[in-house]
Structures are given as structure tokens and as C-alpha cells.
């Protein structure tokens, strides 16, 4: 895959979730990988707010507003004591940070506008950078948290994007 393609789809992933979260400020992410041609994130929305099909367009337009308000995306090297303080209520993250923890590997936030999440990085410099007709979310399903039916399940939230809206 391209490697600005990846970033417009990484980046993405953290618009959907900021969209998410002002749809049900109290849901707890979970993660938002790229896939082939798009992104998704997986969600555990609080009860009586999962979103339906019709949500679907909500959610796009807040991320069209998101990409034409041109915001940073700022990386800071936390300690894995910090991210567990700023992640306390979300179980899904703090089962991440534990992974990170055990690997020895450097803990990254990201932050974007008033959304900041854990993350490994490789973003655009900033939303302008995203065409905001080349991406459209299509559809929900159910995930298991980390594909486990003994955990949780979340609601994954797929979106489709391209460089460009001719190309979606």
C-alpha cells in the first residue's frame, strides 16, 4: 500500500473515533487499524447508543468538518504510568498498554484537536491533507475484543478511502 494512502487511512480511523465519541461521549475505544481499502475502529458504546446504519452519515459529516478545520496531529512519548492515567476507564486500551508494557515498547499519544489516543503514528501532517470526498464509512458489525468470544463485543465501524473521491 502506498505509504500516503496508509496515513490518509490511519488518520481517518482517528477522525471516525472522535465522531464516535461525540455521538456517545462515555464509549470506550478500542483500536482503528488501516485495512486494504480503508480503515474501521472497533467501539464499546455505551447502552442505548450504538449507532445504527442512518448514524453512519452523522459521523462522515463530523469527519468532513474535522478534515477542513486542518488540525495537527501532535506526538508525545508518554511513560507507560502516564498513558495508564490518561486511559484509567477504558479497559481495551489498558489491556494494550500492558502488551506495550511487556514488549518494552515506546508508548506514543496522538493528538488531534481535542482527541488524543494511543497510537504507533504514521499520520497525515494535518486533516487538510485528506480530500474530504474520499472516504465514506459503509457499514457496521460486531468484533470480539481481540477476537476472543470470551471477551467483550465491541461494534466495528467500517469506512472505505482513497487518495482521492474519484478514486472512492
Do not use: Q, W
Not at 8 to 27: F, G, K, M, N
Amino acid at each position: 500500500m502506498e505509504e500516503d494512502l496508509y496515513h490518509i487511512r490511519h488518520s481517518l480511523a482517528h477522525l471516525l473515533a472522535t465522531a464516535a465519541l461525540e455521538h456517545d461521549p462515555h464509549a470506550r475505544l478500542s483500536v482503528g487499524p488501516v485495512t486494504d481499502n480503508g480503515f474501521y475502529y472497533d467501539i464499546d458504546f455505551s447502552e442505548g447508543k450504538t449507532p445504527n446504519p442512518d448514524d453512519l452519515k452523522t459521523f462522515e459529516k463530523k469527519m468532513r468538518t474535522l478534515v477542513n478545520k486542518k488540525l495537527s496531529f501532535v506526538r508525545k512519548e508518554v511513560s507507560v504510568a502516564e498513558a495508564r492515567e490518561h486511559f484509567a476507564g477504558n479497559p481495551y486500551k489498558l489491556a494494550i498498554l500492558d502488551d506495550l508494557e511487556a514488549a518494552g515498547a515506546t508508548v506514543s499519544l496522538y493528538t488531534t484537536g481535542d482527541f488524543t489516543d494511543l497510537c504507533e503514528g504514521r499520520h497525515v501532517e494535518n486533516t487538510g491533507d485528506i480530500d474530504a470526498k474520499s472516504f465514506t464509512l459503509t457499514h457496521l458489525a460486531g468484533a470480539y475484543f481481540r477476537g476472543d468470544e470470551s471477551k467483550p463485543m465491541l461494534t466495528r465501524v467500517y469506512g472505505l478511502a482513497f487518495a482521492t473521491g474519484e478514486e472512492l
